[in-house]
């Protein structure tokens, strides 16, 4: 993804509405015209790259004032839909944490993802805590670091978080992941992977033969190669 600086830098450069360079100022003035608060200085140092960690609001009033879609500055879509007022969607951490996690166990915890996120120290440190006001909605601001820290630890797109068209897309898709997890389809694709290089040809086809009538009766899967492989795989 690129660096939120250039993204801004580019956007002030070259605006959609084709009138011209914005100053900093002028944007300032911008984003306090449609409520928000952001000085002039701030938006220097964001630039110039010396602030690197807006929050989601501060991302919100930037876009509004430039007139593009917030999704933008996290590697989406520029455009805006005509009466679009886009911004942080509230139920969009829930959805992954409900949906994204490894087949053999439930949702992964706040605590979990926290040390995750923080351990890797590519996105700065978020607290578990701060994660279940998120999901609460007692608070609904993050960083941007938070933001893609986030993102990363599910597998998700950043402008997940803010652009309806794209939770659209993978909200549907991750109801079909959900049925399918639900019918065993994921566990017996990833314990089938992990086991390839135990079993035989014939033993592959047997399982993959077995799910196949197994789903066909609308019955779920329990994966049924529960030892390692013996020489009755090769007869």
């Known amino acids: 993804m690129r660096p939120f600086a250039e993204v801004l ?8 509405n084709g009138q011209g360079k ?3 100022v002028a944007l300032a003035a911008a984003v306090k015209s449609q ?7 701030y938006i220097s140092q964001l630039r110039l790259g010396v602030k690197d960690n807006p929050t989601c609001q501060a ?45 053999d166990r439930g949702p992964w915890s706040p605590e979990e993802v926290a040390a995750s996120i923080s351990s890797s120290g590519q ?12 999901l609460s909605n007692t608070s609904d601001n993050p ?7 986030l993102a990363d630890h599910f597998g998700a797109d950043p402008a ?24 065993g389809v994921v566990e017996f694709v990833t314990r089938l992977a992990e086991r390839t290089g135990e079993l035989s040809p014939q033993a592959r086809a047997a399982a993959v033969e077995g799910f196949r009538q197994a789903l066909e009766v609308g019955e779920g899967w329990s994966f049924p190669l529960n030892s390692r492989r013996t020489s009755a795989d090769h007869t």
């Open 9 to 16: 830098n580019e956007l002030c450069n070259n605006p959609p």
């Open 22 to 24: 914005v100053t900093n």
């Open 35 to 41: 409520g928000g608060d952001i000085g002039h200085g």
């Open 59 to 103: 991302i919100v009033d930037l876009a509004g004032a430039l007139g593009v879609h917030p999704a933008v500055f996290l590697g989406g879509r520029r455009e805006l839909h005509p009466g679009e007022q886009p911004g942080w969607r509230t139920n969009a951490l829930s959805t992954l944490f409900e949906a994204v996690h490894p087949p």
């Open 123 to 134: 996105f700065g440190s978020i607290s578990a805590s701060y994660i279940r006001e998120l």
């Open 143 to 149: 960083r941007l670091k938070h933001i893609l820290g």
């Open 160 to 183: 997940y978080f803010f652009d309806d068209d794209l939770a659209a897309r993978v909200d549907s898709e991750l109801t079909d992941f959900l049925a399918l997890r639900e019918l």
